[in-house]
């Protein structure tokens, strides 16, 4: 008798498991099945953390196996700088940690709704400016502390910073000693030789090329922003251009251009992570019109008088828009700037994902705050173009 009751309940909790296990995998299913195919992709805020909350919701979007997704996340501050996060199945790379050390928070909150085995299996650092490499340069709870990162590129020798720079000299403590406990490769793009682009292969639908970058390569820059490590990914026959704060102003994109036969004369690019937070010197003529991106993305704090009261001027400058909408129209900002001096700051799009499928031509963009590109905003529309603020 006590072994029947014994089985009974077996079956019962077996019965009750399979409908939990069932109900979830539809939930699942559902999830995926209605995220990548709809046509309106907008997704709302509940499945991300808003800008002021440091929590994340339980249901990141669900990318399958062949999908390949590039993610430029908000920082949690009012500062501008760089966070993208790319991925493809289990691998999972990162290029660049800005604005401040207290990103790093907001940061790995975001990461960690994707990143399962808490490894970064490649980690760029593009220039020693803190708006770029703050996370990694904390001094504890680093991006190198919570993750094990066995592959690191970084602007290496390219770089006018010296070690009596506190936080240069963090971020070389940091960096050197991951390598040493993990025994993590090392790259240094400032090595790379002209003519002989450095292709990473990570699998047969995805590599990355570190593009040669003249002003690395001989050490001659006399801003950081031009020792910029710039990367090319390309997935199936789709390619996505990092040139992080690399400007034009002393000619640094047309030499990429010129010295690196990959990024010359294309028909379409998906994707440009806009140079320099979509300040006037970068993404230039030159650079748009042999890449001819289909969207630009831009990663700033949009209207801010950080750095300069001009309008104008301010990320994502207004040369910078006339210059794209040359080309495209879908542009998308992360954060916007509601009081600079009060540090009031909210989305604009804020965290903004652009994801291909294997095969599938159509390339799609989901934000997780408004999916509206730039120029159709009221922020743009309203915007006091050509005036300075008090
Ligand atoms: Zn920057």
Redesign the pocket.
Same mark, same amino acid.
């Given at each position: 008798m006590a072994k029947r009751t014994k089985k009974r309940g077996i079956n019962f909790v077996a019965i009750l498991f399979a409908l939990v296990l069932g109900a979830c995998a539809g939930f699942a299913c559902l999830t995926y099945f209605t995220l990548p195919e709809t046509e309106e992709l907008y997704v709302g805020e509940e499945l991300f953390y808003s800008q002021n909350e440091t929590s994340v919701s339980a249901d990141p979007i669900a990318f399958n196996n062949e999908q390949f997704s590039v993610h430029f996340l908000e920082l949690g501050n009012k500062y501008? @700088?760089?966070c993208t996060y790319i991925k493809f199945g289990d691998v999972d790379i990162l290029i660049d940690c @800005?604005s401040k050390s207290n990103s790093v928070a907001t940061v790995s909150n975001y990461l960690n709704q994707y990143v399962t085995d808490n490894t970064l299996e490649y980690v760029i650092v593009t220039h020693a +400016?803190t708006? +770029?490499y703050a996370g990694f340069a904390a001094t504890k709870n680093s991006i190198f502390d919570l993750y094990d990162c066995p592959f690191i590129i970084d602007f290496g020798a390219g770089t006018n910073k010296s070690s009596t720079d506190k936080t240069y000299a963090n971020y070389i403590k940091n960096r050197d000693k991951e390598i040493n406990n993990l025994n993590a490769e090392y790259f240094d793009a400032s090595t790379v030789e002209k003519g002989t682009p450095k292709i990473i292969k990570i699998n047969a639908h995805l590599q990355f090329e570190i593009l040669y970058n003249d002003f690395a390569a001989t050490h001659s820059a006399s801003s950081e922003?031009d020792y910029s490590v710039c990367t090319l990914f390309t997935f199936d026959n789709k390619q996505f251009l990092f040139t992080g704060?690399l400007e034009n102003e002393k000619g640094g994109e047309e030499k990429l251009v010129e010295n690196n036969k990959s990024i010359q004369n294309l028909e379409s690019i998906e994707l440009f992570k806009a140079g +320099? +937070?979509g300040s006037k010197t970068s993404t230039s003529d030159i650079l748009l019109k042999n890449i001819h991106p289909k969207r630009v993305c831009v990663c700033c704090c949009a209207g801010s008088s950080e750095y300069t009261k001009e309008i104008n001027n301010q990320f994502p400058t207004k040369a910078f828009i006339d210059r794209v909408t040359k080309y495209t129209t879908e542009i998308y900002v992360t954060t916007l700037c509601v009081d600079y001096k009060d540090n009031q700051f909210s989305s604009f799009n804020g965290n903004i994902v652009v994801f291909a499928t294997l095969n599938v031509e159509k390339v799609n963009v989901v934000c997780s705050h408004d999916s509206t590109p730039l120029t159709q905003t009221d922020w743009y529309l309203n915007r006091a173009w050509g005036t300075k603020e008090n």
């Open positions: 501008t @700088g760089d @800005g +400016h708006d +770029h922003n704060d +320099h +937070h």
